[in-house]
């Protein structure tokens, strides 16, 4: 079992920032990529920000320049700094890990419960 706790998200102007936190525990053997997906209302879920094991990232286009995810592989748990957001950034924040649970077993996926980000004047 793993269990993932998102933080830091909140309600903030545009050009403003937030950085967002997801710390995963559990029964954790290794863990691959991290990332972070968005749902904005009326929207499909979207891809943001993806880090793997060796430190690679991938961005949407649509935050390039303005985002960067960073990950603490001693603490198990993976940032996004969000600066320059605008009201478009507007949506339900969720961290994703790839695991695997012991040796031989996995990876499987896990979500978080989402965290909001409002960006609005």
Known sequence: QVQLVESGGGLV???????????ASGTI??????GWYRQAPGKQRELVANIDSGGSTAYADSVKGRFAI??????????LQMNS??????????CNVVVA?????????????????????
């Open 29 to 34: 053997f290794k863990i691959y990529a991290m």
């Open 101 to 121: 649970t012991g040796p031989g077993t996995g990876p499987f996926t896990s979500l978080g419960q989402g965290t909001q980000v409002t960006v609005s004047s």
């Open 13 to 23: 102007q545009p050009g403003g920032s937030l950085r967002l936190s997801c710390a």
């Open 85 to 94: 957001l605008k009201p478009e950034d507007t949506a339900v924040y969720y």
């Open 70 to 79: 960073s990950r603490d592989n001693a603490k198990n748990t993976v940032y």
